[in-house]
């Protein structure tokens, strides 16, 4: 073979062992927890994704729900100090405030200075629940503490993830690890169809530990909290509140009529109207949302 025909056939094998590698899939990225205080699970790569700019509200601004305010951030800070606390699920009403108390309360721990490392939280995708072991196993070796925080959680027909969930909490022969808390959002206080749980009932050979198989699921956690519709009044402190913390002008008298005019054609009040009447209003006056203090 000559000079030539090596050459040649060197560079045919280097092509081929390019077109083959980049058919390889990516290497997996490598989680750094010191990367942000928040992460995103990602669950095909098993890979936290850090978030920098986290959207969420100072916990001043979140008005009519004060009690299970105080409950929420009370069992968080006892968590952080590495004492006994429970898993929560917040379930009621929409645009009550779940999921920004949740995230607002990690902000607030973490700016208070008490604890020497700051508390992570981690935020998994409803769908992505089945890979919570795979999650916790990356977690209980680190050195923080962290919140895992599912918003929105709830299960339908035929759909047997929630059986992950439940021997993540609390029923696995190792338990939860130490170092982590499970905090979920819902609109259902039982995160199953009531349909759902009848239809068990209806249908299985000992109805009541059909039912017992459902409704077990919201037992892991100790702590429900339960939010409500809110008052006229308490809609209104949420507008001003707002609206304080923005420096958004306008005299009070006519404030309150737009906003109610607003939540009337809304045809609710919650924090989700006031806040979102609030980003109509800084519209309106060419004011970017932007605290003042």
């Known amino acids: 073979m000559t000079d030539s025909s090596v050459d040649i056939l060197n560079r045919k094998?280097?092509?081929?062992?390019?077109?083959?590698?980049?058919?390889a899939p990516p290497k997996a990225p490598t989680s750094n927890l010191e990367a942000a205080d928040c992460f995103v699970w990602q669950a095909e790569t098993s890979f936290l994704e850090p978030v920098h700019s986290v959207n969420r509200v100072d916990i001043d601004l979140i008005k009519g729900v004060d009690r299970v305010r105080d409950i929420l951030v009370d069992n968080t800070e006892r968590f952080t100090a590495g004492l006994p606390a429970?898993?929560?699920l917040l379930w009621g009403a929409r645009g009550m405030g779940k999921s920004s108390l949740v995230k607002a309360a990690h902000a607030a721990i973490n700016a208070s200075?008490?604890?020497?490392?700051?508390?992570?939280?981690?935020?998994?995708?409803?769908?992505?629940?089945?890979?919570?072991?795979?999650?916790?196993?990356?977690?209980?070796?680190?050195?923080?503490?962290?919140?895992?925080?599912?918003?929105?959680?709830?299960?339908?027909?035929?759909?047997?993830?929630?059986?992950?969930?439940?021997?993540?909490?609390?029923?696995?022969?190792?338990?939860?690890?130490?170092?982590?808390?499970?905090?979920?959002?819902?609109?259902?206080?039982?995160?199953?169809?009531?349909?759902?749980?009848?239809?068990?009932?209806?249908?299985?050979?000992?109805?009541?530990?059909?039912?017992?198989?459902?409704?077990?699921?919201?037992?892991?956690?100790?702590?429900?909290?339960?939010?409500?519709?809110?008052s006229q009044d308490d809609y209104l402190d949420m507008v001003n509140g707002y609206a304080g913390h923005y420096g958004l002008e306008?005299?009070?008298?006519?404030?309150?009529a737009e906003a109610l005019e607003w939540a009337t054609t809304r045809g609710s009040r919650s924090g989700r109207v006031a806040w979102q009447f609030i980003q109509d209003l800084a519209g309106r006056l060419g004011k970017p949302l932007k605290a003042t203090n």
């Open 13 to 23: 094998l280097d092509q081929l062992i390019e077109a083959i590698g980049s058919l």
């Open 86 to 88: 429970n898993n929560v």
């Open 113 to 230: 200075g008490k604890t020497d490392n700051p508390l992570k939280l981690i935020e998994i995708h409803r769908e992505d629940i089945d890979t919570l072991p795979r999650l916790m196993a990356i977690l209980k070796a680190a050195p923080y503490r962290f919140i895992l925080f599912c918003d929105d959680l709830s299960f339908d027909h035929d759909d047997t993830s929630y059986k992950s969930l439940k021997a993540a909490l609390e029923g696995g022969v190792e338990g939860r690890p130490h170092n982590v808390i499970f905090y979920a959002t819902s609109n259902r206080r039982h995160l199953l169809p009531r349909d759902m749980i009848d239809n068990e009932r209806s249908t299985a050979i000992n109805p009541s530990e059909a039912v017992e198989e459902k409704v077990s699921l919201s037992d892991r956690f100790g702590l429900w909290l339960g939010f409500h519709k809110c």
């Open 250 to 256: 306008l005299d009070e008298e006519s404030l309150r």
